[in-house]
């Protein structure tokens, strides 16, 4: 298949961008929501996937729910071949529970707050829900274009079937007892881990990943968090200065004094730097917050990479304990021999791409980094500048009057 | 500096106004009602504004950080020649006596006061006692008297339901106090009034002992606080006068409106203050990152960033200042000025019921004087006239105090409105200042941390 740069929907180009443009292969068409605004707890995201080439007839789309793309992404995890890559990391879930509380909020309120109040808030509402859509289908898409990019995965069955099967791929979530093996496997990993983690590696290159990789996994995952709850504090001054907004423009209309001119003048300033604000944290949200997020998951998926390699060679060396044992014993020499020189090599293949990718990974990390930090100071310093002009503007008036 | 405070100074107020002498009543029937605790939001030990001193434009100025202040009280030097200020809350006496107090100091070139500066010391019953004592001699003839301090507040946690009673803490209460003053000696009537010269100039004031919470004077305020709210509910007033009617209506409004806008500064002021907290602990986080990273670049560009949100967030941490001490407190203030605008109208009611009672008291005096002349009883009908006599001097009193009252409401109203006009302004546009400077240092800093996000290779 031939895959190409495509030209992406207007406000995608906000979403995550973690690839640079010439990995870009798949593009999404703009998906549609079943039953968006309903207050009922059922939302199906379903995202119409395609690939555009250069010549149409290989051209193709299907739609697929959010399951399927886990199914995808399993699918690799599980599959042996693929022991010695970072896997690239599942899109989360699409999670409109925060909008949905709002919603119902709004939906109570209604009776405490002025029509205009009301319609503000809904289509503020609405935009909310409309920018974490986007930005869950962005994250979708990433996954995708990962796999596409990759010189191995993109040759894999299942994501050919998975981009062309035009029918349900009948793919259902994991049942309870599917839910809890996982579960346990991953309890098993941990303990392993731990163990894997204790054998200090002959390789220098991977003793110092491991090492790295360890500590960085964790303080991205605190970073990550820390920057969520700053965000969301600077959402919510955004809606305070909405609301002191709104109250400055009834105190405009009523005052009997001079001051309702200036009233109303301050109310329009803080209507205009309120929406500033709130683009700034979505700004950080994306540029920041997401990238740390991403990483996060990346480096989860690398540290799994070195957790594989580890039990390979775990086994690597057991098979050689076992050989020196039926040589001593002089029984089934053979069969410990071949047993030997399959996990040998199996180790070898591990090792050889594991290099690689982690090497890779470094790259891609510091690209996507610079990227997102240099666009995020822009984004600042154009929010930051834009509410400087209308502070002053709005500053000019008022002193004039005076 | 970044700060500009080029803020305009107030007009001159005419220290001779030409209204009728104090036409008291020496007794003062009526306790003050003191204002009813408001919602208001806890105060958390934000950084505490240098009280220096302040001109009379009421708000305490708030960027102590700025070394150029005094050069603001210079330019901000006006006729109406008097500077009050209120610092270096002390403590005095130790244990059950224990108690803070303020140093009050008045520059001044106004005739009336016997030095150019005075020096006193204050304890905060202190203030209410002055309050009390205006409260009582003005309020009733429709002066305006700016309502008293707040020794702590019943505040609401925002979020919570429970309502927690926290002590001020000694610079916020010494600004309060600061703030009380300047708006009772911007009154003409009060500036001259001996108890105020007294509270301002005498180094020995007598204990205010009515103030204290339990004592029997408390409890006669607030038994009277209780028949006055019954009181209020009981008296229907014929309004005559289309402009009270308009105005009370309009008071109420704007104390809705006022409340309203408060509480949501307060909740600005809250997440603001978070987001400085989030921001300092996602800085910190950031830079332990930066640490781990093993390319070089990146791991300098991120210890960077780490450095830039650490400024950022005292920036935060600034601004809420700002939202805090100009805005909040001058909301607050406002809505506690209103009450007493409220209280204003109130008592011209009173008066007005007043009136009427002595009239009804007059009329009945008139129909047992006439009773009297048919019974023929000479030594009561004599003493009938005298009553007569005596309720028809009180009715036209009565009739003089409400046409006075009413006169002087109408004049503080309109002296409250001018004045509240120009706080609102001064103030609304050094509060959009204080924004501007927060957005030039946030562009000063963004642009310092560009170049150092492109250096990655």
């Known amino acids: 298949i031939f895959l190409c740069v495509s030209p992406q929907q207007e406000g995608l180009d906000d979403g995550p961008d973690f690839l640079s443009e010439e990995d870009r292969g798949v593009s999404f068409f703009f998906p549609f929501l079943i039953s968006v605004l309903s207050l009922s707890s059922y939302c199906v995201l379903c995202m119409c996937v395609s690939t555009l080439p250069n ?65 503000k808030m809904k289509q503020e509402l609405e935009a909310e829900y409309l920018a974490i859509f986007k930005k869950t289908v962005a994250m979708h898409e990433v996954f995708l274009c990962r796999v596409a990019a990759h010189p191995v995965l993109r040759k894999d069955l299942n994501f050919h079937v998975f981009l062309e099967y035009n029918q349900d791929l009948s793919v259902r979530g994991k049942n309870k007892k599917e839910k809890l093996e996982d579960f346990f496997k991953n309890v098993v990993k941990s303990a392993d881990g731990v163990l894997v983690a204790g054998v200090k590696d002959v390789d220098d290159f991977f003793e110092h990943e491991k090492t790295f990789l360890l500590e960085y996994h964790n303080r991205v995952k605190d970073a990550s968090a820390k920057s969520d709850r700053m965000i969301r504090s600077h959402k919510s001054a955004a809606d305070d200065i909405n609301r002191i907004a709104s109250t400055l423009y009834t105190l405009g209309t009523q005052d009997s004094t001079d001051l309702c001119k200036f009233f109303l003048k301050v109310s329009e300033l803080f209507e205009k730097t309120r929406k500033i604000e709130a683009r700034v944290a979505a700004d950080e949200d994306l540029k920041l917050a997401d990238l740390l997020k991403y990483y996060l998951r990346e480096s989860q998926a690398a540290k799994d990479l070195l957790y594989r390699r580890g039990r390979a060679l775990v086994d690597y060396e057991n098979a050689n304990k076992a050989l020196d044992k039926a040589r001593a014993k002089n029984k089934d020499v053979l069969q410990a021999e071949t047993t030997q020189q399959v996990c040998c090599q199996k180790f070898e293949k591990i090792s050889e791409s594991a290099k690689q990718e982690l090497i890779d990974f470094k790259t891609r990390r510091v690209a996507a980094f610079r990227k997102n930090l240099v666009e995020l100071a822009e984004l600042e310093l154009k929010h930051a500048k834009g509410n400087l002009q209308l502070l002053h503007s709005c500053l000019g008036v008022l002193k004039g009057d005076t | 500096e970044d700060i500009s405070s080029s803020s305009n100074g107030p007009k001159a107020e005419p220290m001779l106004l030409d209204h009728d002498p104090d036409d008291l009543f020496a007794e003062a029937t009526e306790e003050v009602s003191l204002d009813s605790p408001e919602r208001q939001m806890i105060l958390s030990d934000g950084p505490s504004p240098a009280i220096t001193p302040v001109t009379i434009n009421p708000r305490a100025d708030v960027f102590d950080r700025s070394p150029d202040q005094d050069e603001d009280e210079e330019e901000n030097r006006d006729t109406f020649d008097i500077q009050i200020s209120v610092s270096d809350p002390e403590k005095v006496g130790d244990g059950m006596n224990a108690y803070m107090a303020y140093k009050v100091t008045t520059k001044t070139s106004l005739s009336i006061f016997s030095r150019d500066e005075v020096c006193v010391k204050r304890r905060f019953s202190d203030f209410l006692g ?34 927690a009673v926290t002590e001020l803490d000694p610079d916020a209460k010494a600004c309060l106090c600061c703030r009380y003053l300047l708006r009772t000696v911007k009154q003409p009537a009060l500036l001259k009034d001996p108890d105020v010269l007294q509270f301002l100039e005498s180094s020995e004031l007598p204990r205010a002992v009515s103030t204290q919470a339990l004592s029997g004077a408390g409890i006669l305020r607030m038994v009277n606080k209780a028949a006055d709210a019954v009181n209020k509910m009981t008296i229907k007033m014929n309004e005559s006068d289309a402009w009270f009617e308009e105005k009370q209506q309009q008071f109420e409004n704007l104390d809705v409106q006022l409340r309203k806008l408060h509480a949501s500064v307060e909740s600005l002021v809250f997440h603001r203050k978070e987001l400085s907290v989030n921001t300092a602990s996602f800085a910190k986080s950031a830079a332990m990152l930066g640490n781990s990273e093993d390319h070089t670049a990146l791991s300098r560009a991120l210890s960077q960033l780490a450095e830039v949100e650490e400024k950022i967030d005292q920036l935060h941490q600034d601004q809420a200042c700002a939202d805090f001490y100009l805005i909040s407190e001058l909301l607050g203030d406002y809505v506690r000025l209103i009450t007493a605008v409220k209280g204003v109208f109130d008592q011209r009611m009173k008066t007005w019921a007043k009136c009427q009672d002595a009239q009804v008291m007059l009329q009945r005096k008139r129909e047992a004087e006439a009773k009297l002349q048919h019974a023929n009883k000479p030594d009561k009908l004599q003493q009938a006239k005298d009553e007569i006599r005596e309720w028809e001097g009180k009715v036209q009193q009565g009739e003089r105090d409400f046409e006075q009252i009413s006169k002087n409401i109408r004049r503080e109203v309109g002296r409250f409105e001018k004045d509240r006009v120009k706080d609102f302004r001064v103030v609304i546009i050094k509060y959009l200042e204080s924004l501007v400077h927060t957005q030039q240092q946030l562009i000063k800093y963004w642009e310092a941390f560009l170049p150092e996000a492109k250096a990655i290779a």
């Open chain 2, 130 to 163: 002055l309050h009390s004592k205006l409260a009582s001699k003005y309020m009733h003839i429709g002066y305006i008297v700016p309502p008293a301090p707040e020794k702590s507040i019943v505040g609401q946690r925002l979020g919570r339901r429970s309502s």
């Open chain 1, 55 to 119: 010549f149409k007839q290989n051209e193709f789309s299907v739609v697929r729910q959010h399951e399927e793309f886990i199914w995808l992404h399993d699918s690799f995890v599980e599959n042996e071949e693929y022991a010695g890559y970072i896997i690239p990391p599942a899109p989360p879930k699409p999670d409109f529970d925060a909008s949905r509380e709002k919603l119902q909020k709004l939906g109570e309120g209604e009776g405490s707050m002025t029509k205009e109040e009301f319609t």
